[in-house]
């Protein structure tokens, strides 16, 4: 199948609109975007695109992140998303995701004897499937975090969706992990639904004195169905 176009680079701010409104242009007004700073571990809840837009320019100096899934309160600036105990349930996911790490500066688990990542951004695209290219591609200042949006919001109306869900996102993860490990390469577990990814036009600082840049590689019109 051929990939649909690309569209072109897209300033800072833009970038991170264009971005947030591909994965959430159409939740409902009742949903919240999670934001997440990594620096005092601060989160915010954002009913509206462009607010969370404008947040994250306000930190794009910062390591800042977003759920994976939406929630259907704001449950204030200390916690994040929790299904144990079904505290603070996802109200629903637009998307599958992955987070594929390059070997180099930031991660220290590339030393294990149980975890070598792709050794460069080609080797990283490799693991992903050419028949099902993701939707958006995220440089990540230490890899490529992936996402294949669907067609529609799947909304999470009970513990047995948001089971399903979790289970659809692991399973997904699993047939990566397959693909890396075939060649020798790690993929660290990111598929819980309580996960946050990096933004684009943030920086990824990690590495003392090497403030990296989060970018937005690639964005097209294709979407699937969960099935």
């Not at 819980?192 to 920086?203: E, G, I, M």
């Not at 600082?205 to 590689?217: D, E, F, I, T």
């Amino acid at each position: 199948m051929t990939p649909e176009p690309v569209a072109p680079a897209a300033p800072a701010a833009d970038e991170t609109k264009q971005f947030l409104d591909a994965l959430f242009a159409g939740k409902s007004d009742a949903e919240f975007i999670l934001i997440w700073l990594l620096k005092g571990k601060r989160s915010a809840w954002f009913a509206n695109i462009q607010a969370a837009a404008d947040y994250v320019q306000q930190h794009s100096a910062q390591d800042v992140y977003v759920g994976v899934a939406l929630s259907a309160a704001d449950h204030g600036p200390y916690v994040r998303l929790k299904i144990e105990g079904n505290e603070r349930m996802p109200s629903s996911i637009i998307a599958l995701w992955a987070d594929l790490d390059i070997a180099g500066e930031g991660h220290k688990e590339t030393s294990s004897k149980h975890k070598h990542y792709a050794p460069n951004e080609a080797a990283a695209r490799s693991i992903m499937f050419s028949e099902f290219p993701p939707t958006l591609l995220v440089h990540s200042g230490g890899g490529l975090q992936a996402w294949w949006l669907f067609r529609e919001l799947w909304t999470l109306e009970s513990e047995e969706e948001v089971r399903k869900a979790s289970a659809l996102a692991t399973r997904w993860l699993g047939a990566l992990r397959a693909r890396a490990q075939a060649s020798g390469w790690t993929i660290d577990g990111v598929a819980d639904l309580t996960r946050v990814l990096r933004v684009p036009s943030t920086a990824n600082c990690k590495v003392p004195g090497n403030s990296r840049p989060v970018r937005l590689l690639e964005v097209n019109e294709r979407r699937y169905n969960p099935s």
